[in-house]
């Protein structure tokens, strides 16, 4: 069962990502906490629960979509094809 602190995480989260897409979408300065709530599908009130004014949502976003971008980087990279084999750093005494 959900609790109320992965509700609030959740919301923060939604809110996140929507300003991401309704930023993208239109010029920073077009953007509204009613668009941002309704994109999201939460409320008003939802927004300014997290962020005090709009312009607190700015530094927020944009480093919860370098953190994202950095993450994708992490786990969609194929590592195997990148390093080389390790060479064998032990000898056996045959080799010596």
């Known amino acids: ?3 109320i602190a992965h509700f609030h995480y959740h919301s923060r989260t939604k809110i996140l990502d929507e300003a991401h897409v309704v930023v993208r979408a239109k010029a ?13 599908g939460l409320t ?19 480093c919860f979509d370098h953190l994202r971008r950095c993450l994708e980087l992490l786990f969609t990279c194929d590592r195997s094809t990148e390093l080389a084999q390790p060479q064998p750093r032990i000898r056996t005494a045959e080799e010596v």
């Not at 008003?44 to 944009?62: I, M, Q, R, V, W």
């Open 1 to 3: 069962m959900p609790t």
């Open 28 to 40: 920073y300065s077009a953007v509204r906490v009613k668009n941002i709530g309704e994109t999201a």
């Open 44 to 62: 008003n009130s939802s927004f300014f629960h997290h962020f005090a004014t709009p312009k607190d949502l700015a530094p927020s976003a944009a």
